[in-house]
């Protein structure tokens, strides 16, 4: 099938938006699968820089067609800003951009919920959420009481159960807002934006579907990466959606059978933003130097990323379970001049090596990493375009790498324009 997924192997902010932006040219359609406006994917090209939140990367090749499947939430607001964002810097959105009717929709009282809960327990039961409201409509949607971009449009069944939504809910939001104001404030927000968002509301799985039939090429862009993984991260300290590759079929309409291969991007080192486990964590100069040079600041809430060294354990866990084909090696340029450069093999738990991530919560935040010490390399020029230009230490430490791994490298990224980037010679394969 010709189809690509693209998704994060480690804590998100892999470089997911670069690659699409690079490897999306040779696709037809660039679709989310799951995730909302938490994810920040940065595309920065022509001296430009762009951070797409809720639209695919692709919006920033002429031509593309992206699709929001109806496993991503979608806040109505936000959607509008960043179409009208897009459309003032002259990226056409209006007729390249579908929106699933199905796709459930996030509201000011999710928001609300969201800071809520993260303010509740204070700093021992904090997530670290992007406060964007993702937990609480994901919730909705479980509980079977979310509202739907085709509930939505039709102004009585959105009425109906705006209200339900705000009887059941009354209770959490007087303690923070006024139910009668919000409801005034959604009802005249949906009144303007109806309008608006109804042009790309449509059937996407069915728009998907004939696509591959007529053997369109299609890549899926995942938001987030595995170890946020509702089920596989690091629970609690996790989203509340599934950005592994399993989750593309549920979250875009299509069969498993149409999946072809599935690429991770893996960032040289590893970052983290929000709380939670983070057994190669640095909380010395070293990190602060990696933040530094990988300008590792959150593209949607600015907060500082914390930053480590590369861990296997996490991307071994995120190759076997999203059956990931190819890697994608980003960021190598940030560690130039570091000797040695470190790389976690193994952890030493209660005494015990293990190669394994393991799923025990306790364990996870006393995992020690094993390391394996490599040589450094000295700066790398980013117009490089072979593997074999690369300085030899920095080729051993791709080598050592993929042997670490067991999965080769498609494409080496130098930094952060589509240009700065060495594509191996073995290509994507959209099989
Ligand atoms: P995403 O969420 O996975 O799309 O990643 P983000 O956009 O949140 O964070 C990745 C950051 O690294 C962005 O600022 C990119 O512009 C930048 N970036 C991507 N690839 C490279 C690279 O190879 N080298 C450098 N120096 N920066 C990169
Ligand atoms: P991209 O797509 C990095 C993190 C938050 C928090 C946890 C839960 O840019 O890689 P949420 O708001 O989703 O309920 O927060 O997940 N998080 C991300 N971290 N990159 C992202 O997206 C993230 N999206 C959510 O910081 O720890
Ligand atoms: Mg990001």
Redesign the pocket.
């Known amino acids: 099938m010709p189809s690509v997924v693209v998704l994060?192997t480690q804590?998100?902010?892999?470089g997911?938006g670069k690659i699409v932006h690079l490897l999306g040219k040779q696709a037809d359609y660039i679709v989310r699968y799951q995730?909302g406006p938490?994810?920040?994917?940065t595309v920065v090209f022509d001296g430009k820089k762009f951070v797409l939140h809720l639209i695919p990367a692709g919006i920033l090749i002429p031509k593309k067609i992206c699709v929001i499947g109806n496993g991503v939430v979608v806040d109505p607001l936000s959607i509008r800003e960043e179409i009208e964002l897009l459309e003032k810097r002259n990226i056409q959105v209006k007729g390249r951009l579908f929106i699933s009717e199905l796709a459930h929709l996030i509201f000011p009282y999710h928001k609300i919920l969201?800071a809520a809960r993260e303010e509740a327990g204070g700093k021992a039961t904090r997530?670290?959420?992007?406060?964007?409201g993702?937990?609480p409509t994901y919730a909705d949607k479980v509980e079977r009481v979310g509202i739907r971009m085709v509930d939505y449009l039709e102004p009585d069944t959105f009425a109906r159960l705006l209200e339900q939504n705000l009887a059941l809910k009354a209770h959490l939001i007087e303690k923070f807002s006024s139910v009668e104001k919000l409801r005034r404030e959604i009802l005249e927000q949906a009144e303007r934006l109806r309008p608006f968002l109804e042009p790309f509301a449509c059937d996407t799985s069915a728009l998907l579907n004939r696509a591959l039939d007529k053997k369109k090429k299609v890549m899926f862009e995942?938001?987030?990466?595995t170890l946020?993984d509702i089920d596989f991260g690091t629970y609690p300290?996790?989203?509340?959606s599934n950005p592994i590759a399993g989750s593309v079929g549920a979250g875009c309409g299509i069969g498993p059978s149409r999946i072809g291969s599935v690429m991770g991007i893996v960032k040289a080192y590893t970052t983290?933003?929000?709380?939670?486990p983070f057994p190669t964590e640095l909380k010395d100069d070293m990190g602060e130097r990696l933040r530094k040079a990988g300008q590792e600041f959150?593209?949607?809430?600015g907060?500082p990323r914390r930053c480590g060294w590369f861990d296997a354990p996490v991307v071994r866990r995120s190759i076997m379970v999203n059956g990931i084909t190819d890697l994608v090696l980003t960021k190598i340029d940030v560690l130039a001049n570091i000797d040695p450069i470190k790389i976690c093999v193994a952890y030493k738990v209660d005494g015990k090596v293990t190669k394994d991530f393991p799923n025990s919560r306790s364990a996870q935040q006393r995992c020690e990493p094993v390391y394996k010490a490599v040589p450094g390399f000295g700066a790398i020029s980013s117009d490089l375009k072979r593997f074999k230009d690369l300085p030899v230490k920095a080729q051993k430490y791709v080598k050592t790498l993929e042997g670490i791994l067991g999965v080769k490298f498609s494409v080496i990224s130098l930094g952060r324009s589509r240009d700065e980037t060495i594509q191996m010679a073995r290509k994507v394969t959209w099989v």
């Open positions: 994060g804590w998100g902010d892999e997911k995730g938490n994810a920040g994917h969201d997530i670290g959420t992007t406060r964007k993702i937990g995942s938001a987030q990466g946020l300290f996790v989203t509340s983290r933003v929000g709380e939670g959150g593209a949607t809430t907060r």
